[in-house]
């Protein structure tokens, strides 16, 4: 089961209702919702409001993507605003482990994200509390990066780890992913991947993510 979650980065901000329901047509399964606060990322998207607001377009899975500093201040927003699965970077979560526990207690899904040059020991604590890790393949901040090859070992060490200790953990890889490097990250061992630029700087998203699902 390979999962396909277009990130709305890199959609058209000026018709982004439009643009979900189009990549749920198009075979999505789920939307990747990248929120950035211009200061863990150098960039600066969108807050809870437009989440809400999206909420009414898609009953898709809202895989939102916190690149945001101290996230605790917003877990509460994101989680009423219809997260499904909300996403904190290690690197900007000082009490992780109470990060987590506090997004499962809103009755969230919680994933941890690890920047590239984040070693995967950072998160073994917490593992087993986590239902997603979201390992990036790209330095967070913008879409339309290149694909970091040498996180493909990650990817393989990220899922040996799951598979060895934390099953039920799903694995989302995130940033820089085609149809040219996506059945090699699909066969490193990823559940779930991101595709911004690759679906919506297509002009057939249908096919695009067909492509995605069968590459
Ligand atoms: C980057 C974001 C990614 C990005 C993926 O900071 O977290 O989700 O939007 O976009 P592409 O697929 O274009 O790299
Ligand atoms: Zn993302």
Redesign the pocket.
Known sequence: MRIIAP?I??ADFSRLGEEIIAVEKAGADWI?I?V?DGHF?P?LTIGPGVVASLRKTTGLPFDV?L?ISDPDRYIDAFAAAGSDYITVHVEAATHLHRTIAYIKDKGKKAGVSLNPATPLTQIEPVLGDLDLLLI?T?N??????KFIPSMIAKVQAARKLIDAHAPHVLLEV????TTGNIGTVAAAGANAL?????VFGSNDYGQTITALKNA
Do not use: E, K, R
């Open positions: 990130s980065l890199s990747h990248d950035m990322v960039n993507h690149m990036m790209v967070p901040g913008f879409g339309g990066q995130d940033g820089g992913i991101v595709a911004g630029a690759a």
